[in-house]
T-cell receptor, first 112, second 115 residues
Framework: QKEVEQNSGPLSVPEGAIASLNCTYS??????FFWYRQYSGKSPELIMS????GDKEDGRFTAQLNKASQYVSLLIRDSQPSDSATYLC????????????FGTGTRLKVLA | GAGVSQTPSNKVTEKGKYVELRCDPI?????LYWYRQSLGQGPEFLIY????????DSGLPNDRFFAVRPEGSVSTLKIQRTERGDSAVYLC?????????????FGPGTRLTVL
């Protein structure tokens, strides 16, 4: 059973702080990794994708991937109250597969 | 451009009834996916279409669930003899090619409530 694990939270951080969201996955052959943000009652919205080991930065967001440790994280710098949402980690399988396996999500609360 | 659209946004039905949920993907996207999301959980894969054909329906929970995509665009998820446990948000996503690493874009979902 391929699994993606996330701490359900809530993770509370003060406004302006760095929020760190973590995800581990079980399928060592996984190649593609995605972070989605989901506001309550809304659909998932893509924040970042990452495919290679290391860091990938986009504005206030940085995704980090370590395939040896089967670990992917999302850092949000200068957190804003509008960042308060559930963050879903999604992993697809070995090369050529299309199915996303989602974690349960981490609920982030940014306190003003 | 227009994103993925789904109708209805909400559906309330009685146990044992038949329901159809519709998904209109992003124009030009060949791949279409259905997921189901229960409260407090991440989306769970149901079925994947590449063009008109169901390339993988391994996530459909049982034979009460069926989906079609006859012209390679709009898809309909059909649930027969609904049960209370079918209550969830049904999400549709589409992607350009369906190949490894392709980004999936989600629609707003249909919230199904089975009384």
């Amino acid at each position: 059973q391929k699994e993606v694990e996330q701490n359900s939270g809530p993770l509370s951080v003060p406004e302006g702080a760095i929020a760190s969201l973590n995800c581990t996955y079980s399928d060592r052959g996984s190649q593609s990794f995605f972070w989605y943000r989901q506001y309550s009652g809304k659909s998932p919205e893509l924040i970042m994708s990452i495919y290679s080991n290391g860091d990938k930065e986009d504005g206030r967001f940085t995704a980090q991937l370590n395939k040896a440790s089967q670990y992917v994280s999302l850092l949000i710098r200068d957190s804003q109250p509008s960042d308060s949402a559930t963050y879903l980690c999604a992993v697809n399988g070995e090369s050529g597969t299309y199915k996303y396996i989602f974690g349960t999500g981490t609920r982030l609360k940014v306190l003003a | 451009g227009a994103g993925v659209s789904q109708t209805p946004s909400n559906k309330v039905t009685e146990k044992g009834k038949y329901v159809e949920l519709r998904c209109d993907p992003i124009s030009g996207h060949t791949a279409l996916y259905w997921y189901r999301q229960s409260l407090g959980q991440g989306p769970e894969f149901l079925i994947y279409f590449q063009g008109t054909g169901a390339a993988d329906d391994s996530g459909l929970p049982n034979d009460r669930f069926f989906a079609v995509r006859p012209e390679g665009s709009v898809s309909t998820l059909k649930i027969q003899r609904t049960e209370r446990g079918d209550s969830a948000v049904y999400l549709c996503a589409s992607s350009l090619t369906g190949l490894d690493g392709d980004t999936q874009y989600f629609g707003p979902g249909t919230r199904l409530t089975v009384l």
